[in-house]
């Protein structure tokens, strides 16, 4: 193939969402050809083309203005908030990417717009205050795409860096664009290969890919979050569980039990976090329809104190998914049977259980959520 008349055909972006960024597709002089470059990981270089034979199925490339890159220079593309697509080399576009995300408010695209760059500082820096999108849940969907942008970008290396025959590793490179993100309940993310031809799937080790993408995409978005609310003015903290909040929300919501010492807080505080509950809105919403009273009563024959109460109302809204989310620890089997045996209490009573909203996953998209 002759590389000197191929030419920029536009971007498939890794994402529904805008703004995003995504992969730079190159065509031939014919224009039936559809290539994306292989790069080496390690140092950026482009050694070759791999030609997308799938895209057919996928919705049409976006088209490009493209910012004078030769074929053999690593290229990005951006996407911006009108849909128009911009392409170069890292040193090109540099310029037109900082202008979008001095105008951008969204975190999560200028997560994606620093990780590019290679400006290690700010994308630590952005990477703590998408905390704030995640609690707002504004600007999630930027967020999705990043997350999803990385995951993608995990896997693409994965399987590039494999030890494949050149043939085996380019069918599979070939259909990675059909693979599917899906995340559970508290934003683990696994891959969905339904789409895929059964005979390439033994070929991707979801296994290791969903662990690699677990420890460099979710755990630091995950830390960041913690981190940053923990060094957040406490005054403009919108109800983060801690001791102090979760206890104040308690009285409020159940009653004052002069019991209750703050280690006791402080350990319910730190489960109901493992469990995915960053702030006390989510815990609300939750068990807002519970009658703690009345499931009290149906658990034990009698009213028990604030915390089990609590529990109680928290495991009745849950129904099966408490037990998915509740850290419990290898030797609390009697625990784990404890709570089963409640919940089967409330189900032989009549009580509708798992009818809670659970707290969004961290990655999720809310149908109100508003571009950028």
């Not at 951006?78 to 995300?101: A, M, P, W, Y």
Request: some cysteine; charged content about 25%; hydrophobic content about 40%.
């Amino acid at each position: 193939m002759n590389y000197n008349k191929m030419r920029i055909a536009g971007i498939l972006p890794f994402s529904d969402s805008r703004p995003s960024f995504g992969l730079v597709v190159f065509t031939d002089h014919t224009g039936s050809t559809r290539l994306t470059q292989k790069i080496e990981p390690t140092n950026g270089e482009v050694t070759g083309f791999y030609e997308l034979e799938d895209l057919n199925s996928r919705d049409a490339i976006l088209p490009s203005v493209d910012l004078n890159s030769d074929f053999d220079q690593a290229v990005f593309g951006s996407v911006n908030t009108k849909g128009e697509c911009f392409t170069g080399n890292v040193d090109n576009i540099r310029k037109h990417i900082l202008d979008q995300i001095s105008n951008s408010c969204n975190h999560a695209y200028r997560l994606q717009a620093y990780a590019i760059l290679d400006d290690q500082i700010s994308t630590r820096d952005e990477l703590g205050k998408t905390s704030a999108e995640i609690n707002s849940r504004a600007g999630s969907r930027a967020l999705k795409a990043f997350v999803d942008s990385a995951a993608f970008s995990i896997m693409w290396e994965f399987v590039q860096s494999s030890n494949f025959p050149k043939e085996t590793k380019d069918s599979v490179l070939d259909v990675l664009f059909l693979v599917r993100f899906r995340r559970d309940t508290i934003g683990n993310i696994s891959l969905d290969l339904s789409s895929i031809d059964p005979d390439l799937i033994p070929l991707i080790n979801c296994e290791t890919i969903e662990k690699l993408i677990h420890e460099n995409v979710v755990m630091p978005v995950r830390s960041a979050v913690s981190a940053h609310n923990d060094n957040k003015d406490k005054s403009v903290i919108n109800d983060i569980v801690d001791p102090h909040s979760l206890k104040s929300f308690l009285e409020r919501r159940i009653g004052v039990d002069y019991r209750i010492g703050k280690f006791r807080y402080a350990e319910l505080a730190k489960i109901l976090r493992d469990m995915g509950f960053y702030d006390i809105e989510s815990i609300e919403r939750v068990i807002r329809h519970q009658n703690d009273d009345n499931l009290s009563h149906i658990a034990t024959g009698n009213r028990q104190g604030q915390i089990n109460r609590f529990e109680f109302a928290l495991l009745a809204a849950l129904g099966e998914e408490f037990f998915v989310r509740y850290p419990f620890r290898p030797d609390e089997e009697w625990l784990h049977s404890y709570y089963r045996n409640i919940l089967d209490r409330f189900v032989a009573s009549g009580v509708a259980v798992g009818t809670g909203i659970a707290q969004p996953d961290l990655f999720d998209v809310a149908e109100e959520d508003v571009e950028d």
